[in-house]
């Protein structure tokens, strides 16, 4: 079915679209990931549990030819605890080096600390512009910031000989790492505002109604269940970025984190004492229990740089004198990226 506007607000509120079944254009049929029933995901109760179902992922993987993406954050550090010795490992890298170095630092020391060899996957704008038609027609709609980087290192890693990238992207909805978001009992309203990207009534001139992608998880006139909301409409608009960009890049690649989830309910009170992903600090520490653990921080993009002087959207779907300088770079990405597709439609109709 065909609803544009649908697609246009549920990008930029979720950074996806959020129905499978409508899309942009006659001919399209924008990617989608089917998600792991929760009674498939094998329950886990401490860091040994979690320890021993990692390692026999990747014993059942062991025959490939496996590279890690390494942030040198708590995740991706522990996976580079099970790479055979002599594995390839691939880390971003912007403007030489300069944009958020503390974060590289802390993947040489865990590459170096596990022998794996390590890789940078120099990105700056002209990396970006260069791959987004490629991700966009993948995903036949527009894409997250990290998707044209992620394409860029699963190119690389594919010319090395790669046969399978590992990822740990999905420890944070699976352990409790969106302390954020747990921080205390949303209301509806207050959840509807701290959670969308881009309110599409700011910036579209035919907008849809942010509340009806919300109204399936409302408990009450106030109330929501977010917790769900979370495991669902978050899960799979984290997932769709890295299913799309190793898709269109044409490799395979392994998140052993994705099968897994907690036997007990998160203790929410030590995600509010600042304990995030706590199973998985206990498991870093018996890792590397000289190390201090790292701060938590999102996968680097420097789109602040990028967008800085950027004016704002042009097309007739856009309301006109948008105040741009509002936005921050993550939301400008939203609003340009969604004008460069229906660009792309307008060349393909």
Not at 114 to 142: E, K
Not at 200 to 218: H, T
């Amino acid at each position: 079915m065909v609803d544009k506007e649908y697609c246009m607000s549920s990008f930029l509120a979720f950074r996806y679209i959020v129905d499978n079944d409508k899309q942009f254009a006659d001919g399209l049929r924008h990617l989608c990931c089917p998600r792991v029933p929760l009674a498939e995901k094998q329950s886990v109760r401490s860091a040994e549990e979690i320890d021993t179902a990692i390692r026999n992922t990747f014993r059942l993987i062991s025959h490939e030819k496996k590279a890690l993406l390494l942030s040198g954050g708590v995740d991706s550090s522990i996976l580079a605890s099970y790479m055979p010795e002599g594995s390839d490992a691939y880390t971003f890298r912007f403007m030489g080096g300069s944009f958020q170095s503390d974060e590289l630092h802390r993947a040489e020391l865990i590459a170096d600390r596990n022998r794996l060899r390590l890789h940078y996957v120099d990105i700056d704008w002209t990396t970006v512009d260069r791959h987004l038609p490629a991700v966009m027609r993948n995903r036949q709609a527009p894409v997250h910031s990290i998707e044209p980087q992620i394409y860029q290192a699963a190119l690389q890693a594919k010319a090395d000989g790669v046969t399978m990238v590992v990822i740990g992207d999905e420890a944070d909805y699976a352990f409790g790492g969106m302390d954020g978001l747990y921080a205390e009992d949303w209301g509806f309203d207050t959840f509807v505002q701290r959670y969308i990207y881009v309110n599409p009534a700011e910036v579209l001139v035919n907008p849809v109604s942010i509340n009806d992608f919300f109204e399936p998880y409302r408990l009450g006139p106030k109330s929501l269940n977010w917790i769900k909301l979370m495991d669902e409409l978050m899960v799979d608009e984290s997932r769709l970025s890295y299913l799309n960009a190793f898709t269109a890049a044409r490799i395979s690649y392994i998140d052993p984190y994705a099968t897994l989830r907690m036997s007990a309910p998160l203790n929410i009170d030590k995600l509010r004492q600042g304990q995030s992903k706590y199973l998985l600090r206990e498991l870093y520490t018996m890792k590397y229990p000289d190390l201090s653990l790292p701060e938590k921080l999102p996968m680097p993009r420097p789109v602040d740089a990028y967008f800085a002087d950027w004016q704002g959207p042009a097309r007739p779907e856009f309301r006109k004198n948008i105040d741009i300088s509002k936005y921050t770079g993550n939301q400008r990405w939203l609003i340009w990226c969604l004008e460069r597709f229906l660009n792309i439609l307008d060349d393909i109709h």
